[in-house]
């Protein structure tokens, strides 16, 4: 089976950039999704397809994928951005695969 | 605007079976191209997706559930069926069911119901 693995943890002040990894063989030859999970909340999709976003999502996230590693970066973090994140890959072995998530606090 | 909302029991109890339903609204399974998805989250832990259902009626199931899952769809009524048999305490979650978006090889998830938590407790 395909696994991703994420960092249990990051932390960021306000205002300055963050930095999310996911890491997975040849991660690069596949297009991943980042999603947002609110304590008490359900998902929400913030990038799809390594780099794009949705309707309503702000412009601070952003993603990125080559070779091993997916990132999902939040410039300008807030307060708000707090929350649980998880990254998401197709493979025809599995065939959907998420991270174990990381948990980003806003310090 | 696309809703979906998870409807089901609270409790079960360890080898029964797990019947949910996912009403949704803003789009149609009769559809081409439109997916529904379920996917579980144990207290704490990570997602799983679960089981993935087409417009054209294809089914794919996770891999080493695919004995115990069913899933279906009415599109008179906008719903989405899993049936989850032989239910243990390690499958206490909460159920998530989420449309299902397809592009260039790779699937994403881009509506999510609220979810609803299955406890497996006798």
């Given at each position: 089976s395909y696994d991703l693995t994420q960092p249990p943890s990051v932390s960021v002040s306000p205002g300055q950039t963050a930095s999310i990894t996911c890491s997975g063989d040849k991660l690069g030859d596949k297009y991943v999704s980042w999603y947002q999970q609110k304590p008490g909340q359900s998902p929400l999709l913030v990038i799809y397809?390594?780099?794009?976003?949705?309707?309503?999502?702000?412009?601070?996230?952003?993603?990125?994928?080559?070779?091993?590693?997916?990132?999902?970066?939040?410039?300008?973090?807030?307060?708000?951005?707090?929350?649980?994140?998880?990254?998401?890959?197709?493979?025809?072995?599995t065939p959907v695969v998420f991270g174990g998530g990381t948990k980003l606090t806003v310090l | 605007q696309v809703t979906l909302k998870e409807s089901g029991?609270?409790?079960?109890?360890?080898?029964?079976?797990?019947?949910?339903?996912?009403?949704?609204?803003?789009?149609?399974?009769?559809?081409?191209?439109?997916?529904?998805?379920?996917?579980?989250?144990?207290?704490?832990?990570?997602?799983?997706?679960?089981?993935?259902?087409?417009?054209?009626?294809?089914?794919?199931y996770r891999g080493y559930l695919r004995t115990r899952l069913t899933i279906s769809k009415d599109t008179s009524k906008n719903q989405v069926v899993l049936t989850m048999t032989n239910m243990n305490p390690v499958d206490t979650a909460t159920y998530y069911c989420a449309r299902t978006d397809y592009d260039s090889g790779t699937y994403w998830f881009d509506s999510w119901g609220q979810g609803t938590l299955v406890t497996v407790s006798s």
């Open positions: 397809q390594d780099g794009k976003r949705p309707s309503g999502i702000p412009e601070r996230f952003s993603g990125s994928n080559s070779g091993n590693t997916a990132t999902l970066t939040i410039s300008g973090t807030q307060a708000m951005d707090e929350a649980d994140y998880y990254c998401q890959a197709w493979d025809t072995s | 029991p609270a409790l079960v109890k360890p080898t029964q079976t797990l019947t949910l339903t996912c009403t949704f609204s803003g789009f149609s399974l009769n559809t081409s191209r439109m997916r529904v998805s379920w996917i579980r989250q144990p207290p704490g832990k990570a997602l799983e997706w679960l089981a993935r259902i087409d417009w054209d009626n294809d089914k794919f």
